[in-house]
């Protein structure tokens, strides 16, 4: 059916109470998502958008039987409700937000692969699966159910290459944003071996950008254990080296993590690479068809 | 966010990383003062945030007060790759016997703090990485256990120090990991670190680089953020928390998300144009930010056309429409503008762009051809 998130879903809000944790999670809601709790420290025993809010996320848990998180708090904050999170045993965390020090997440992530939650982001749009629950900040109205996975490293050129998609009628199983950042919870090649195994996924979109060399490891996984067909898009190819494109994750350093040598390493293993998002749902047809 | 090098080496000192005598001076007369008190040959050194200051004859030796002043007076103002000199530090010169390296690092692919050692000191350690990768030694640091001592004696048998210098290394070592912790730094490093004829260690040159997403817990660090060294349309976009990097195209390009920025530029060039910068306004990007985003893309010269690329997820396009009409009105530019809005509240937005009177376009493709051409002089 997809993969991370389903109608069995049953999801807090951390941060509900913010503007961005609200609006997003009023969207959410709307989508069809089953949010059974928020949490805010010191606003516990409120009730926000008709679900009750809880100062801890342990509390939250026991209280709504949830299994996933998703995290709008700010950055200086943000480490500390990853830990939380996953302290109290959600099995899904995906953290919205941007700007997290390095070295919190370098610390958070060692934490996380002691334990056995999934950590999606941060700084990351989120995940959804087409008409049956969003978790996260992407406009559900481009997404259609339908037969690819879409894996990425940006927020709104995912958005982008959706629209592509869906404008061709081609739907999703499910869209995952792994996150701009150098130290993320869950990498290309860990959705790619999620995506292999889920009966429902057809087909699979990668989107990569300069910066770290994880590309290149998908394209050597691709190489052993994708059989499905997989089409690439790598952006940054005009990008300077040594300056931060936007994204922490996104730069050239010492000479590593230029995009010819992420296009180079896809293409060796014969995953075609789109030169724009359009193209992307052009090559994905072919391969359906 | 870069430091200078005598930023970076009081740093280290602070945490018991040894560093010769020194102070900055503005004026030669200062150099000169320096130099007198400090009474011994001393090195005259541009403080500027570029490498290769050495052989662009931005540091060098002066063995007494009267050819510092000298000195100083040849180096300031002087333009090493761009940057003019507006400072330099006199150090007392240090009795080199040898030369080492040693540095800190996030090493992405492990998730981990890494300290490097090297034999091959003074030069740079990513040329040494290239052609005598076998002078590199590294230990992979623990987040729960910091560093520890055994990693540093690890190092400093790595790279055959002599025994008797694997104590005061190893200070060094934990001193220069406590400095890059405390300061969360993405890379600190001490190149080189000199072993003197008196047997000692000495901190000669030192480089930092610190986390912009941790500087809110140093706001003592912030502060040392040298402007005059920062390019002012970046200055500006920083201040209004927008990411700009100026670029030698002819369109500006202005896009919500880093990876459709780049996929912006990467786009336009493939229709035969040169993407001008690259600029993300970020998530619900407002109307004085958008406005901030506008001025400093007009900013450049160079611009002949703007692109606008919004797909909105938190970044709402009405908002957007309005942002823009709002700058423009402010910036009057005298350039053509290319809209594109897609997402929430899309319909709103360019109805509101549309009563203005302004071209958009639904796809980025076909926004990318008419900005290409609009550049171009033709008319859309």
Not at chain 1, 260 to 272: C, F, I, R, Y
Not at chain 2, 211 to 240: G, I, Q, S, Y
Request: glycine content about 12%; proline content about 5%; hydrophobic content about 45%.
């Amino acid at each position: 059916m997809s993969i991370l998130v389903d109608n069995n879903t049953r999801l807090i809000v951390q941060g509900l109470t913010g503007r961005e944790g609200q609006f997003h999670a009023a969207q959410m809601q709307a989508y069809g998502t089953n949010i059974v709790a928020g949490v805010t420290p010191g606003k516990g025993g409120q009730e926000t958008l008709g679900v009750p809010v809880f100062d801890t996320v342990r509390e939250a848990k026991e209280a709504a039987d949830a299994n996933a998180s998703i995290i709008y708090v700010p950055a200086r904050f943000a480490a500390d409700a990853i830990l939380e999170a996953a302290d109290a045993g959600i099995d899904l965390v995906v953290c919205i937000t941007e700007g997290i020090p390095v070295l919190d997440m370098i610390t958070v992530r060692a934490y996380i692969d002691q334990t056995s939650t999934r950590l999606i982001g941060p700084n990351c749009p989120g995940v959804i699966s087409p008409g049956q629950a969003k978790v996260g900040i992407m406009p559900g109205n481009i997404h259609i159910p339908g037969p690819v996975g879409v894996v990425s490293r940006s927020g709104t050129l995912t958005y982008e290459a959706v629209a592509a998609l869906s404008g061709r009628g081609i739907g999703q199983s499910t869209v995952v944003g792994i996150g701009g950042d150098p130290v993320i919870g869950t990498k290309f090649v860990d959705v790619l071996a999620l995506f292999e195994a889920d009966p429902d996924t057809k087909a699979i979109v990668m989107i990569g950008e300069i910066g770290g060399n994880d590309e290149e490891r998908a394209a050597e996984f691709i190489r052993e254990h994708v059989s499905k067909p997989v089409v690439g898009f790598i952006a940054g190819r005009t990008a300077p080296p040594g300056k931060r494109m936007g994204h922490a994750g996104a730069i050239i350093s010492g000479g590593r993590g230029a995009a010819a040598d992420k296009v180079a390493a896809l293409e060796s293993v014969g995953v075609p690479v789109a030169n724009h998002p359009d193209e992307i749902a052009e090559l994905i047809a072919e391969r359906l068809n | 966010m870069k430091l200078h090098e005598f930023q970076a080496k009081r740093i280290f000192a602070r945490y018991g990383v040894p560093i010769p005598k020194g102070e900055v001076a503005n004026t030669a007369t200062q150099a000169r003062e320096i130099a007198q008190s400090l009474g011994k040959p001393v090195v005259i050194k541009s403080q500027v945030l570029v490498g290769g200051r050495g052989k662009a004859g931005g540091i060098k030796l002066a063995r007494t007060p009267d050819e510092a002043e000298a000195i100083a007076d040849q180096i300031l103002g002087m333009n090493i790759k761009g940057y003019t000199v507006k400072r330099v530090l006199v150090d007392e010169a240090a009795d080199i016997q040898k030369e080492l390296y040693l540095g800190l690092v996030i090493d992405r692919e492990r998730r981990r703090v890494v300290m490097m050692a090297s034999s091959e000191g003074g030069v740079d350690i990513e040329e040494v990485a290239a052609t005598k990768p076998e002078a590199i030694h590294t230990t992979v640091i623990d987040p729960f256990l910091g560093m520890r001592s055994y990693q540093a004696i690890g190092l400093a048998s790595g790279i055959n120090l002599p025994k008797h210098l694997f104590r005061p290394f190893t200070q060094i070592a934990l001193s220069l990991y406590q400095a890059f912790l405390g300061s969360d730094a993405e890379l600190a490093e001490i190149n080189p670190l000199v072993i003197q004829g008196d047997g000692s260690l000495l901190a000669v040159d030192g480089k930092m680089v610190l986390d912009d997403n941790a500087l809110f817990r140093h706001p003592k660090l912030e502060e040392m953020r040298d402007l005059d060294e920062e390019d002012p349309a970046e200055t500006e976009a920083r201040v209004n928390g927008l990411s700009y990097v100026k670029l030698d195209g002819e369109i500006g390009c202005m896009v919500n998300g880093a990876g459709l920025a780049m996929a912006t530029m990467d786009i336009v060039k493939h229709y035969g144009g040169e993407p001008a910068n690259f600029l993300d306004i970020g998530g619900g990007a407002r109307a004085e930010k958008v406005a901030a985003a506008l001025r400093i893309i007009l900013s450049d010269p160079n611009v002949k056309a703007v692109l606008v690329n919004i797909f909105g997820g938190i970044t709402r396009c009405d908002e957007v429409a309005r942002g823009l009409l709002t700058a423009i009105d402010e910036v009057k530019p005298n350039v053509p503008f290319v809209i594109r809005l897609v997402g929430t509240n899309e319909k709103e937005g360019r109805a509101i762009l549309a009563e203005a009177n302004f071209p958009t376009a639904t796809t980025l493709a076909q926004a990318a051809q008419m900005a290409v051409a609009a550049a171009r002089g033709e008319t859309l």
